[in-house]
């Protein structure tokens, strides 16, 4: 069996969020207050985990398994769960998205349980820009996390960024300029509907064509072939070897050649981040499911995948979840 949809694509690249827990407060993700976290019992288990995602490698095809949030690296067992899955058969390609808080002192261990690369969000070089960002005072933590995942060998170690208008759009020459320098690659991306305030205007939004021009202005930026089904659109930067990444998810979507499904951390299966309907695996696996019976139910829940976001419709309506509580 595969993951495909009835528009043909087939589902090959899993996220799995750990936990919808996070220890930054980003304004564009959510309140100073933070959330209502999910109830301890509503999420799945380290055991529970595993064993969907050996169903999905073992029986449905997926090859690549990404780690999210919320902050992942605020799930207890975090490395013995990495290593779990390294030993896997075929055995699944292993990255993490984090914010870098925790990594200065888990990318070594990470690395030696089979980690293969981490993305690391990473918005602003300024101090005081982070902390109005991010309402907290941990730029350095988040770049001693960076140093430490190269050193560790967690590479290409990828940086994500989002500007936000009038606040750090400024910064995307010298974010590319400091990445390059570092043998980073660097990915912005747009900012999306996935607030937990929604308080998301796309008039607001920095654009990906923006975020060229802004590049342009210092940089040979020049297009790289074979995408496929990589979010991001690769350019060499001045003729290389260094690249940047620009993901333009609302003003340039990329559905029709998505290969990723999501796995929340309460069990549920999301065909993709702006979905509004959910699948759930929880519940039948712990009333006795057998894998072949979740094995179907995942097939029956990617089968139904629309064949685009809909942000551009007119019917367009934010999902309920927050992108903290979906996973990236």
Known sequence: M????????????????????????????????????????????DDEILRLVTIAVARLG?????LTGGEPTLRPGLVRLVERMAALSPRPELSLTTNGLRLAGLAGPLAAA?????????????????????RRNRLDDVLAGLA???????????????????????EAAPLLRWCLARGYELRFIEQMPLDAQH?????EMITAGEILTRLEAEF??????????????????????????VIGSVSAPFCAACDRVRLTADGQVRNCLFARDESDLRGPMRSGATDDDLADRWVRAVW?????????????????????????
């Open 199 to 203: 308080g998301w205007r796309r008039t």
């Open 220 to 245: 040979v930026l020049t297009a790289l072939p074979g995408r496929g089904s990589a979010p991001a659109e690769l350019f060499a930067v001045d003729g290389g070897p260094g690249t940047v990444g």
């Open 148 to 170: 430490a995942a190269a050193d560790a060998g967690l590479i290409p170690v990828k940086v994500n960024a989002v500007l936000l208008r009038g606040l750090n759009d400024d």
């Open 304 to 328: 139904g995948k629309h064949a685009g976001h809909g942000i551009d419709t007119p019917g367009f309506h934010q999902p309920a979840r927050p992108m903290s509580a979906i996973g990236g």
């Open 2 to 45: 595969r993951l495909t949809d009835s528009h043909g694509r087939v589902a090959t690249d899993l996220r799995v969020s750990l936990t919808d827990r996070c220890n930054l407060r980003c304004s564009y993700c959510m309140p100073a207050e933070g959330l209502d976290w999910l109830p301890n019992p509503l999420l799945l288990t």
């Open 62 to 66: 997926v090859t690549e398994i990404r």
């Open 114 to 134: 089979g980690l293969d690369r981490v993305n690391v969000s990473l918005d602003t070089l300024r101090p005081e820009r982070f902390a109005r960002i991010t």
